[in-house]
């Protein structure tokens, strides 16, 4: 530590900083190092570019409040960059800043966030081929996939994946010129090469790098200049085996108004899709989150966050944000109740960890059939249908793997416990009576109400 201020007082301040902005802290708070005090500023020097841009923009706040509470002074905080300065920081914390230029190449507009990494990704049945594939392509861009065209609702990690590739990437190979950028952020390069009569610049920026990853791709809908520039920009990329990168959140068809000819060459590579996380996949992504955010919840707060919202992981963050500002604001325990609170009132009856012999017996009962039935061998479909219904509720509501649930259902194997899930989820979306009798189903186990 750079002299000026001591180990405790600065301990003293990232406490404060943990406890009462539990939303902003993060795990690598620790390799932050404390410089000098001087003329009330405070000096403190983050690891590289990713951490500064996340303390510039999320942190001033919490730490000038936190720097005056351990000094008892009136102090200012500034942020700068520990590898520019010189300082010397530990080697693991060394991430390169990520940054993408603008279009005259001077100031970054988009960063990719230093969160977003392979190891802060929970990979399960939602997103399986998803996060293979986009691992495959970090390892061999230009070969493995190409191109990649990831799609899916919002808030289900797209943004993630495609940052994590240019993370991995940059790690192996530093000199790789990658441009990531949003779709709106093309477009709107592209109308400015326009108006200002340079698009010689702009096709030199875009068709000379490594690798290109563009999110929200479906913002070329019915922008038919824009298409033109991209499909030609596309086969220049792809025909010297650049990797190319594409999300949006539906399938290239599914995009209004988009070419047929870029439908046809967003089709060329692999295109993999993700879904909403199942009961066991959220639990492990409210303990990643906790643990990047170094919080600390019962089992039974997480069981009511991974019950309560199951739509996607933006939300699971939000709500893990609530019960820690609440608990922080009111100095209160983080418990069931609280949790209850700030998630939106507490429930009538109090949710619960649900078993398959519970799933069973209350499908046995509403479709009227047997237990016998639905272990048994017997495929027809008033059978198949209650057993598909069991098995889906068990992928999503309990913590036992495909292969405990397709055991428990006659032996099956745990192909056939996805085929269920995929049944059933496809049906809901299109059955609107079906679907509400699922969701009652749900409620009722939830509940532990028969």
């Not at 650049?242 to 070419?259: F, G, H, N, R, V």
């Given at each position: 530590?750079?002299?000026?201020?001591?180990?405790?007082?600065?301990?003293?301040?990232?406490?404060?900083?943990?406890?009462?902005?539990?939303?902003?802290?993060?795990?690598?708070?620790?390799?932050?190092?404390?410089?000098?005090?001087?003329?009330?500023?405070?000096?403190?020097?983050?690891a590289n570019g990713a951490q500064l841009t996340y303390l510039r923009e999320h942190c001033t706040r919490p730490f000038v409040e936190a720097a005056q509470a351990a000094t008892g002074r009136l102090v200012s905080v500034e942020f700068l960059n520990g590898e520019e300065s010189g300082l010397e920081v530990p080697t693991a914390a060394?991430?390169?800043?990520?940054?993408?230029?603008?279009?005259?190449?001077?100031?970054?507009?988009?960063?990719?966030?230093?969160?977003?990494?392979?190891?802060?990704?929970?990979?399960?049945?939602?997103?399986?081929?998803?996060?293979?594939?986009?691992?495959?392509?970090?390892?061999?861009?230009?070969?493995?996939?190409?191109?990649?065209?990831?799609?899916?609702?919002?808030?289900?990690?797209?943004?993630?994946?495609?940052?994590?590739?240019?993370?991995?990437?940059?790690?192996r190979a530093p000199a790789t010129r990658i441009m990531y950028l949003s779709c709106e952020t093309f477009v709107n390069h592209f109308i400015e090469a326009v108006e200002r009569g340079i698009l010689n610049r702009f096709r030199y920026r875009y068709r000379h790098v490594d690798m290109l990853v563009i999110d929200d791709v479906q913002f070329l809908s019915g922008r038919d200049r824009t298409q033109e520039e991209f499909f030609h920009t596309f086969n220049t990329l792809y025909?010297?085996?650049?990797?190319?990168?594409?999300?949006?959140?539906?399938?290239?068809?599914?995009?209004?108004?988009?070419?047929?000819?870029?439908v046809s060459r967003f089709n060329w590579g692999l295109i993999a899709r993700v879904d909403a996380p199942c009961m066991e996949?959220?639990?492990?992504?409210?303990?990643?989150?906790?643990?990047?955010?170094?919080?600390?919840?019962?089992?039974?707060?997480?069981?009511?966050?991974?019950?309560?919202?199951?739509?996607?992981?933006?939300?699971?963050?939000?709500?893990?944000?609530r019960i820690h500002g609440m608990a922080a604001l009111e100095h209160r325990p983080i418990d069931l109740a609280l949790a209850h609170?700030?998630?939106?009132?507490?429930?009538?009856?109090?949710?619960?960890?649900?078993?398959?012999?519970?799933?069973?017996?209350?499908?046995?009962?509403?479709?009227?059939?047997?237990?016998?039935?639905l272990t048994g061998r017997r495929r027809s479909r008033s059978i198949a249908l209650p057993r598909q219904v069991c098995m889906y509720l068990a992928r999503q509501l309990t913590h036992h793997s495909l292969e405990e649930i397709g055991g428990f259902f006659g032996g099956r194997d745990h192909t056939t416990v996805l085929h269920a899930n995929k049944l059933i989820s496809n049906r809901k979306e299109t059955d609107t009576g079906f679907r509400s009798r699922l969701e009652e189903i749900e409620v009722a186990l939830t509940k532990g109400d028969r």
């Open positions: 530590m750079i002299t000026g201020l001591s180990d405790a007082v600065w301990a003293d301040i990232l406490g404060y900083v943990r406890t009462h902005y539990s939303a902003f802290a993060r795990g690598w708070f620790s390799q932050l190092r404390a410089g000098s005090l001087k003329q009330g500023q405070l000096d403190v020097f983050a060394l991430q390169k800043t990520r940054e993408l230029a603008s279009f005259e190449g001077e100031t970054a507009l988009l960063r990719l966030n230093g969160d977003y990494v392979f190891d802060n990704f929970v990979p399960g049945p939602c997103n399986r081929l998803a996060h293979a594939s986009c691992l495959a392509v970090s390892d061999s861009p230009g070969t493995a996939y190409n191109p990649l065209f990831i799609h899916g609702n919002v808030g289900l990690g797209k943004t993630h994946l495609l940052q994590a590739i240019c993370h991995r990437v940059l790690d025909h010297v085996n650049k990797q190319i990168i594409l999300s949006a959140d539906c399938t290239p068809p599914e995009i209004p108004s988009l070419e047929e000819r870029l996949t959220r639990h492990a992504i409210i303990r990643k989150k906790m643990k990047l955010r170094q919080m600390d919840l019962p089992e039974d707060v997480i069981l009511l966050i991974a019950s309560r919202i199951d739509s996607n992981t933006r939300e699971l963050e939000g709500a893990l944000n609170e700030a998630l939106g009132g507490q429930e009538e009856s109090p949710l619960r960890e649900v078993r398959i012999q519970d799933i069973t017996d209350l499908v046995t009962n509403r479709f009227g059939v047997k237990l016998s039935d």
